[in-house]
């Protein structure tokens, strides 16, 4: 059973261009979770979505960020014009069950610079 | 802020002694968590409290909760150079986020 898959691992972009990163869930899993980790911090919530639904966005930035879970396909967090302070290790989780009893397991993380 | 915060910020120690991690919060919880992420890598769940139970072991670790204290360690007996790692609290209230402190980042030297 493979565990939860992100891609690219690395991905470096120029100022202003688009960064997609996508999240496949282990199986079985609907939920899944963003997480930002910038150097020597722990990770920051940013959004749980479930299948073609975004549930709690609170942690995301109104501007240039999205995120979707389409019915088939990965989960993509998009960053649109992107800038230096959007390079971080972008981290997703997934879940089978929503609520304080569910266990997260999380991806290997995407890691973005932005030039 | 519900936020966890982890204490040391870093710990040094040989290998074969116990290592000791203590994470503080700020508002109530369902359940505490802890996490370890090796350089450059994804979290790793290590083991769940909830605010019900004192006291929890799994293999080498031993975690403690003291929710009059919002307060838990993290307890990492006879430590191997494979501990070596960032360890991360994770807070969780109702059908909130995570909610992760900064991290310990401990050093086991053989």
């Known amino acids: 059973n493979a565990g939860v898959m992100q891609n690219p691992r690395h991905l470096v972009r120029r100022r202003g261009q688009e960064a997609r990163l996508r999240c496949s869930p282990m199986k079985g899993h609907s939920h899944v979770y963003w997480y930002r980790q910038l150097p020597e911090e722990g990770l920051k919530f940013m959004v749980y979505?479930?299948?073609?639904?975004?549930?709690?966005e609170s942690g995301m930035p109104k501007e240039r960020f999205s995120a979707e879970f389409p019915k088939e396909g990965p989960s993509i967090l998009r960053i649109q014009q992107v800038v230096r302070g959007d390079s971080a290790a972008y981290f997703c989780?997934?879940?089978?069950?929503?609520?304080?009893?569910?266990?997260?397991?999380f991806g290997p993380g995407t890691r973005l610079t932005v030039l | 802020s519900q936020q966890g915060e982890e204490d040391p910020q870093a710990l040094s120690i040989q290998e074969g002694e116990n290592a000791t991690m203590n994470c503080s919060y700020k508002t109530s919880i369902n359940n505490l968590q802890w996490y370890r992420q090796n350089s450059g890598r994804g979290l790793v769940h290590l083991i769940l409290i909830r605010s019900n139970e004192r006291e929890k072991h799994s293999g080498r670790l031993r975690v403690t909760l003291d929710t009059s204290k919002k307060s838990s360690s993290l307890l990492i007996t006879a430590s191997r150079a494979a501990d070596t790692a960032s360890y991360f609290c994770?807070?969780?209230?109702?059908?909130?986020?995570?909610?992760f402190g900064k991290g310990t980042r401990l050093s086991v030297i053989a």
């Open positions: 989780a997934s879940s089978n069950i929503s609520g304080s009893r569910s266990e997260q397991f």
């Open positions: 979505l479930q299948k073609e639904n975004i549930i709690d």
């Open positions: 994770a807070t969780r209230g109702g059908n909130t986020p995570l909610v």
